[in-house]
């Protein structure tokens, strides 16, 4: 049996402004703030992960921290372990965990040195029912890669992800989860934060959260649209200290049996960028701040 992760639990964020931010994601992009420490602020999504969002203070320029996977078991944690060490530039030992959740697991750099931890026994909620307009939890993120053979060979043979479709720059990796993909990879001439999408229960929350999200000052940097390989939908835009955010919903539910494809058969007529041609290709801003999320160095202990 293959050794994998079965999610992104959460992601760890570094701001300017932490107070704003948390602001932001509780009263408009709808998390639920579950605690804080030592400074930093954690918000819950509604599904039964202790927290999906950490909001940190930024040294410097604002960044991204970490991203958190989630493990089953000690066992497979410890099996993660093993095939990690090897592989990873930087990498701790398993241990109990102290931060908020609590749990077990190890953190390590990628070979881009974006900082991850895999992570198991952590406090959960027990009241997971879905809400209408409220994120679950996090779908997925894309990160970009100077090198994306090189950072995909680690997903695949450092955690055990499976490689799926590829199209333009991008490709796409499922772990131990029905949802097509969890991480995607972006050919490009930075080491940032691509995006991270937060998934809604149906589709009818990803529109009414975008309605919300342009109420509040935050237009739609490219959607609602739905995309071809990950066959979700889509509404992206520029977060407070512009961190590119997206809601999503409906991602392609697989199994075993699916079978990957190239770009040949994801390609589009031109001037279309999603499966439906309803949407406007993306905005400059869209994408500029692709650019702007750097990871934080050597932050890859728990
Ligand atoms: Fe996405």
Request: charged residues 25%; negative net charge.
């Amino acid at each position: 049996m293959r050794v994998q992760v079965r999610g992104i639990r959460s992601i760890e964020i570094e701001m300017v402004d932490p107070e704003r931010a948390a602001m932001f994601y509780s009263q408009v992009w709808h998390l639920t703030e579950v605690d804080r420490r030592d400074g930093s602020i954690y918000l819950r999504a509604t599904g039964c992960y202790h927290h999906v969002l950490a909001i940190h203070r930024a040294a410097g320029a604002p960044a991204l921290r970490r991203i958190v996977y989630d493990a089953a078991s000690r066992d497979i944690v410890d099996r993660l372990f093993q095939s990690v060490r090897g592989q990873a530039p930087q990498c701790e030992a398993p241990h109990v965990l102290s931060s908020p959740g609590g749990g077990y697991g190890f953190g390590f750099t990628d070979p881009d040195r974006c900082n991850f931890a895999v992570v198991c026994d952590v406090c959960d909620h027990e009241d997971c029912a879905d809400r209408s307009d409220h994120p679950t939890k996090i779908s997925h993120v894309n990160l970009n890669s100077p090198d994306i053979s090189r950072a995909g060979r680690f997903l695949v043979d450092a955690l055990g992800f499976t490689p799926m479709d590829h199209s333009g720059a991008l490709t796409f990796f499922r772990c131990d989860s029905a949802d097509h993909s969890s991480m995607v990879l972006c050919q490009a001439p930075w080491t940032t934060l691509n995006h991270v999408a937060f998934e809604m229960p149906d589709v009818d929350s990803t529109m009414r959260g975008a309605g919300r999200m342009r109420d509040h000052g935050y237009p739609i940097e490219w959607g609602v649209g739905r995309h071809g390989p990950s066959g979700n939908v889509f509404a992206y835009f520029a977060g407070p200290e512009e961190l590119p955010i997206e809601y999503s919903s409906e991602i392609r539910q697989v199994d075993d049996s699916y079978v990957p494809r190239g770009p040949e058969f994801w390609s589009r007529p031109p001037g279309r960028t999603d499966e439906w041609g309803v949407t406007n290709p993306h905005t400059a801003r869209w994408k500029r701040i692709q650019e702007l999320f750097r990871y934080v160095p050597d932050a890859y202990r728990l």
